[in-house]
């Protein structure tokens, strides 16, 4: 900008406070100039929208900003091993550590290796939480893939959200997510922590949502030796995860979703499996489904302005209540001590 601005010249549209981008945020909150430069500050907002600013007649887009930075990025080291690229947060003790394994949703996916701490800030969330942790935020492999191309994919193969068991598996060897290969590939970079003694193998969790709450449930299933406890958040139910979940291994593991999501059957399926568990005597399954007055706490409001559709889709951020420990979640999880 060549000359200074006002508040009153800056409008912001399309910028959203809830996870259900329905109610508008508070706009500008300072402008200030300083050496030549305008520094522009505005209520926090839903960065995902296709938000526009307008300053003095001059129109930002989303698509034309030309650095993002993320706060609390600098927690992460920056890592790659073969085609495995991972961020990790290493506390500055010297005994070994727990280490959470954080499995990111299926936006996220790709080689940049920065997307898994943006799309849910899930992996920074934990490593606040916990600084005294480990937290390995490995990335997915979108293997060329968009979402688009790998749902069409998917979806050849049938319905990718049913439940069919013998059908051809819905996330395979070179497709987009946690497929099992590479799942393996994060396991092996975990036993090599243990192996040089950095992390406490009596003490290894993994959490994930949505897309990645079936990678925990397949990756417990690949490595169910490695884990202390699990928490799948809003896991994808198919012909994948059912059968891994209803066959489910001597891990602890704390289901957690919204009473609704935008997949019908989820909890039908999610249920089944756990109460087949429960009949056999396994108590150290949980689950929990979050109330429409639990998830509006947290901004995820089921508005009257809002379709079904939309609501469904909105209630898929129900990891946020567990990243913020509701029913004490988080810290369930890290009770769990493999020999003890």
Known sequence: LDKPVSKEEISLTNAYTDCCTTIPNLGVTSVTQEGGETRIVFDPFLYRAEFRVEVAGQAITKTEIGEVVVKDEALFSKYSEGDVVYRLYEPKANSPRPLILFLHGGGECGTDNLLQLTGTIGAISLAKRFPD???????????????????????????????????????????????????????????KMIAKGTVDANRVYVIGMSMGGAGVITTVSSAPDLFAAAVPICPSMNGDSYPLLENWPNVPAYIATAYIDHQAGRHAYILRALTKLWEQGRKDMKYTLFTPEELEQYGIVASPNLTEREIRGANHNSWVLVLHNEYGILDWMISHRKNS
Not at 163 to 176: K, N, Q, S
């Open 133 to 191: 942790m480990y937290v390995l935020a490995p990335q997915a492999p979108d293997n060329g893939l968009d979402m688009q191309q790998m749902f069409a994919r998917m979806m050849a193969k049938g319905d990718p959200f049913r439940v069919c068991i013998g059908a051809e598996t819905c996330i395979g060897l070179g497709d987009r997510g946690w497929n099992r290969d590479y799942v393996g590939r994060v396991c092996d970079l975990i036993r």
